[in-house]
């Protein structure tokens, strides 16, 4: 079966704290591994998509790469605004994506 | 920009009732989506549709229909609405049918079922 496993669940930084977190995929043929924001109360938001092994994709304090095996969203010297949850996506075959749970990032002053 | 406009931020059903979910997109893309997002086990499709009156099962379509009349227009069905559905709904839209294609979330409903 299909999966996506995000790490940890949730994580707490103080601001300016560097971390990344994991996305970790057991997908047959990946078409492209996406990753999201989520805010309280809100959908998810699109941030990067990343198609093939060794390819990074950066913006603002986020930077994004991807393994065969797995994918990291590395967030640099993290603000309070940075706080939300940080989903994967796997999309394979005829529009299939499959989700994970989340990260939690929770980032204090 | 484009967005994905959910009728409804909050909704409160009884048990029996048959339940509606809108959904509109203001992009023209073809492919729309409904998935339900619950604590610990994160967004799950239920159904999507990739063009007028086409329809695609996704992973959990019990207990849910959909249609989708118009090409910016994508309705969520509970037909007899139980408390198992209490969940936060996701409306999305995507363009085309390739891999590389972003998938635009609405603000979602909260539906309670009582």
């Known amino acids: 079966e299909d999966q996506v496993t995000q790490s940890p669940e949730a994580l707490r930084l103080q601001e300016g704290e560097s971390s990344s977190l994991n996305c970790s995929y057991t997908v047959s043929g990946l078409r492209g591994l996406f990753w999201y924001r989520q805010d309280p109360g809100k959908g998810p938001e699109f941030l990067f998509t990343l198609y093939s092994a060794g390819e990074e994709k950066e913006k603002e304090r986020l930077k994004a790469t991807l393994t065969k095996k797995e994918s990291f969203l590395h967030i640099t010297a993290p603000k309070p605004e940075d706080s939300a949850t940080y989903l994967c996506?796997?999309?394979?075959?005829?529009?299939?994506?499959?989700f994970g749970t989340g990260t939690k990032l929770q980032v204090i002053p | 920009d484009v967005k994905v406009t959910q009728s409804s931020r909050y909704l409160v059903k009884r048990t029996g009732e048959k339940v509606f979910l809108e959904c509109v997109q203001d992009m023209d893309h073809e492919n729309m989506f409904w998935y339900r997002q619950d604590p610990g086990l994160g967004l799950r499709l239920i159904y999507f549709s990739y063009d007028v009156k086409m329809k695609e099962k996704g992973d959990i379509p019990e207990g849910y229909s959909v249609s989708r009349e118009k090409k910016e227009r994508f309705s969520l069905i509970l037909e007899s609405a139980s408390t198992n559905q209490t969940s936060m709904y996701l409306c999305?839209?995507?363009?085309?049918?390739?891999?590389?294609?972003?998938?635009?979330f609405g603000a979602g409903t909260r539906l309670s079922v009582l």
């Open positions: 999305a839209s995507s363009p085309g049918l390739l891999a590389k294609n972003i998938q635009y």
């Open positions: 996506a796997v999309h394979e075959g005829y529009q299939k994506v499959t």
